[in-house]
């Protein structure tokens, strides 16, 4: 059995995790919220608590935005030796260029698309962080960062992910 780190999971587990919701993966959760009961209590940028070389896999989704961009090398730099010699990184985040693009043709407060249990997504969501959670007190929520698909598969590249070939770390973006 292989076995994923679930970076910033918050309340959810494997079963949201396509590709790794099944027998074949272990899961290990790490969240910097003790209260959604994580295996691992760490942030991004301090993945202490996990062995170098020890997962197969890091699934991160919706976290790397919350962090400042400064931040994001040595978050990466944290995927990166978490990972066995041939594990992979798969990464969800939202794209800051279709949010700019639609705030470009004034649709600020429109929604782009709608979250899995129905709630709207708007490109000022994208931008500064999910409005609900924020105004509920969840200032985990708050977003630092933001990136096109260019920039970033140049920060995964410069935290030393190379393109998909023999045996080399491999980059999921």
Known sequence: MKTFLHVGCGPLNKSSCLGFNNDNWKEIRLDID???????????????????????????SHNIEHIFPHEVPIALREFYRVLKEDGLVVIKCPDIQTAGE???????????????????????????????????GNVYMIHKGGF?????DRVFYEAGFKARCGGEKTRSL
């Open 148 to 152: 096109t698909y260019s920039v970033l």
């Open 34 to 60: 003790k209260n959604v009961n994580p295996d691992i209590v760490g942030t991004l940028t301090d993945m202490k608590l996990v062995e170098t070389g020890s997962v197969d896999a890091v699934y991160s």
């Open 102 to 136: 639609a705030v470009a043709q004034d649709k600020l407060l429109e929604p782009l698309y709608h979250t899995a249990v129905g709630r709207p997504i708007s490109p000022i969501d994208i931008l500064y962080g999910w409005r609900e959670p924020i105004a509920q």
